[in-house]
């Protein structure tokens, strides 16, 4: 006896609603439940090892032997069959249609969520329902990852599955550091077996220009290329752009058929690709070759287009309209974030345009491009998506804003009645450290574990009902500044990957940490098999290990003078920071370390009464990335009075200011010594805009 087959619910894709709707499925008959708790062999398997793990599974009786080819039919269209076809036989699944009775039979089932499925594996066949193209590719994924876990002898089973959001994206920067088509495609097959749909193509930024433009060809002429072996090189060696014939030119772009062949090869996966063109910001490789466009008219002195200046709507809306016709995407992002504005507070045509407009700030100025642009985009049937920047000066009527610093952004996208999509820094950034920096390839500075990943909720019930709805999923960013190879790529990549894709695709209480780890070990071994180069994610250290257990020292809990003033923006806990018992771990964000800007820290602990001291110490980090530097030198001192100090010691710093991977050091004073007031005078070391981290005070 079989069980009765689950039913979704259909997905509202208007206002995506799909609430949750695992709690109404149909119940089994009691004969139906006997069967779903026994399998061919009276032991219920643990798990199905499907990645990302589905929303629903019912363990029959029995097994499915999978013939070498499996005869196939059913509703598909022949042009999605064909589809499902080529990418089976790259799997080493070999698929026949058949007039005659299948042993896999697809079938059309309306009442399928979209993307949705059901797959039923009996000893009879397989039959795989979906409401849409895409609900049975979905399903062939999973056949596939059941086949590589159990091989051609399937456990009976049912699974009702279905995605939690309709957007569930991975982001590839490839302005710092170009990847060609090739490796674009292999990172697309490992999207789509996680049930990725959407890749979002960041084309361009500052450090390079990576699309054909017919109408502007020195954009990849010149602007495409620059005379230096890395991003690190261009960014701190004079920001420079040659020509794409220069012997010393690094760098690339795709033509239009490279685009079109990536767009069709991403389309078969059911991945829609999602292109962006940045502005008004990040923009010097386009105004190095046109600077007209810029405030200045110069090269080489702005970043932002002029928004006075009507030439920058038409190099736009060229540009754009060259897009719109290569992408079938229904959004096109614009960028949008960190405009430096600066220029436009003195250029004579900003200020004209702002006058004209009405415009009181340079952030309504940002505001006036955004909106007509989008109107431009909109005018062409396609939606424009941006950076939660493009909320200041008021967002455009359609927007659809992609929140990254934070989810402040995004929520407030939703409470305003427009889409949102989460993707923020401290769970979505894939470009930050993953394990200890000081063993890692240089990475930004801040960290970000798997777990971490894992654990984020775009659309937590407790956003209420209005904002829910809005939240359209997740997406993971890749950007790649200190990413410079393929290799390192994918390291950064996969599988954290994996769980963004998990985090889209699974309702929260069908989430298990344990499980998933469980599955991503074996989902990484089959990474290699392939070639990738993810994580080692069984090496991994985990936390710092002094930020494990708290510190119980004579400072503990004393009080602070602050002689120079922590930056509000990494206050961590406030004046009690530094002898709260709590010292810092990998990342300078996470509450612990306490940062100063352009300044000494000069810091002094109360301890209430004077006693022997055998030891001071306290830690500061260096992190390359993020303009975290060691002092130059630490002066540690103590005092009976408070006013006058005795100088125990004067640490020199030994860490290079070229070190590129984050290094955390202890500069610390042992002896003996007595006295109430600890003083800790930790020195700038003059680079501006260069910041001091440090974490807890530690007296013995």
């Known amino acids: 006896m079989r069980p009765e087959p689950i039913i979704l619910p259909k997905f509202d894709a208007e206002t995506h609603t799909l609430k949750r709707f695992m709690k109404r499925f149909f119940l089994f008959g009691l004969a139906a439940l006997y069967v779903s708790l026994a399998s061919c062999d009276g032991e219920r398997p643990r798990t199905t090892g499907i990645t990302p793990a589905p929303q629903q599974v019912a363990w029959g009786r029995g097994r499915c032997v999978l013939p070498e080819t499996i005869a196939c039919a059913g509703d598909l269209a022949p042009a999605d069959m064909s589809d499902i076809e080529t990418w089976a036989d790259r799997q080493g699944l070999a698929l026949v249609a058949t007039d005659a009775e299948p042993f896999l039979r697809f079938a059309t089932d309306d009442t399928i969520a979209a993307e949705g499925y059901r797959l039923t594996v009996s000893p009879e066949g397989i039959l795989l329902a979906s409401s849409d193209a895409a609900g049975a590719f979905y399903g062939m994924q999973s056949l596939l990852q059941l086949t590589e876990r ?93 020509r794409r014939d220069d012997p010393k030119a690094d760098g690339g772009y795709y033509t239009k058929d490279d685009i079109r062949e990536v767009i069709e090869y991403a389309r078969r996966l059911h991945i829609t690709v999602v292109p962006e063109i940045e502005m008004p910001g990040h923009s010097e490789e386009v105004l190095a070759v046109y600077p007209e466009l810029s405030c200045t008219g110069e090269p080489y002195t702005c970043s932002d287009f002029c928004i006075g200046n009507e030439k920058t709507f038409q190099f736009l809306t060229d540009v754009l309209d060259e897009v719109i016709d290569l992408f079938p995407s229904e959004y096109i992002h614009i960028g949008g974030d960190e405009a430096s504005k600066g220029a436009w507070r003195t250029c004579p045509k900003c200020k004209a345009r702002m006058e004209r407009e009405g415009l009181k700030d340079v952030d309504e100025l940002q505001s006036y491009l955004i909106r007509r642009i989008e109107r431009h985009i909109n005018a062409r049937g396609r939606k424009l998506l941006g950076w939660d920047e493009i909320l200041e000066g008021g967002l455009a009527p359609n927007a659809t804003v992609m929140s990254w610093r934070g989810v402040e952004g995004g929520i407030a996208a939703a409470r305003s009645g427009h889409h949102a999509v989460m993707s923020p820094g401290d769970h979505c950034y894939l470009d930050f450290c993953q394990d200890d920096p000081t063993v890692e390839p240089p990475a930004a500075a801040a960290f970000l574990t798997l777990p971490t990943v894992y654990e984020y909720d775009p659309a937590p019930d407790s956003l209420g009902e209005a904002v829910v709805p809005m939240i359209l999923g997740v997406q993971g960013n890749l950007w790649c500044e200190r990413v410079p190879t393929e290799e390192h790529c994918e390291h950064m990549l996969w599988p954290r990957g994996v769980a963004i894709a998990e985090v889209g695709w699974t309702q929260p209480e069908h989430k298990d940490y344990d499980d998933f780890y469980a599955r991503v070990l074996v989902e990484i071994e089959r ?174």
């Not at 999207?191 to 960041?202: D, E, P, Q, S």
């Not at 180069?533 to 930020?547: D, I, L, M, T, Y």
């Open 527 to 700: 990474m290699q098999e392939r070639g990738y180069h993810p994580f080692e994610q069984k090496n991994a250290v985990g936390s710092r290990v002094e930020s494990r257990e708290p510190v119980a020292c004579l400072s503990t809990g004393k009080a602070v003078t602050y002689n120079t003033a922590y930056s509000p923006k990494y206050a961590a806990a406030g004046d009690g920071t530094l002898t709260d018992g709590l010292r810092g771990g990998w990342n300078y964000g996470d509450k612990r370390w306490q940062g100063w800007i352009d300044s000494d820290v000069d810091v002094v602990v109360d301890l209430e009464r004077k006693q022997p001291l055998t030891y001071v110490g306290v830690d500061f980090m260096q992190g390359f990335s993020a303009d975290i530097w060691m002092p130059r030198e630490v002066e540690i001192s103590v005092s009976d009075d408070g006013e006058r100090y005795t100088t125990l010691a004067v640490v020199a710093n030994d860490i290079p200011f070229e070190y590129r991977k984050s290094v955390y050091e202890t500069f610390a004073w042992s002896g003996e010594a007595e006295g109430r007031y600890v003083r800790i005078v930790a020195r700038h070391n003059g680079h501006k805009g260069g910041w001091i981290f440090c974490d807890e005070i530690v007296v013995r």
């Open 150 to 242: 159990f091989g051609r002898e399937l456990p009976a089973l049912e699974i009702a599955d279905a995605p939690r959001f309709p957007y569930r994206g991975l982001m590839l920067d490839v302005s710092r550091h170009f990847r060609d088509k090739e490796f674009v495609k292999k990172q697309l097959d490992l999207m789509a077996r996680y049930k990725f749909n959407r890749f979002h193509w960041h084309l361009t930024d500052g450090a390079g220009w990576r699309i054909a433009i017919d109408r502007y060809p020195e954009l990849t002429e010149i602007a495409a290329w620059r005379p230096y072996p890395d991003w690190d090189a261009w960014h701190t060696g004079g920001r420079r752009y040659c």
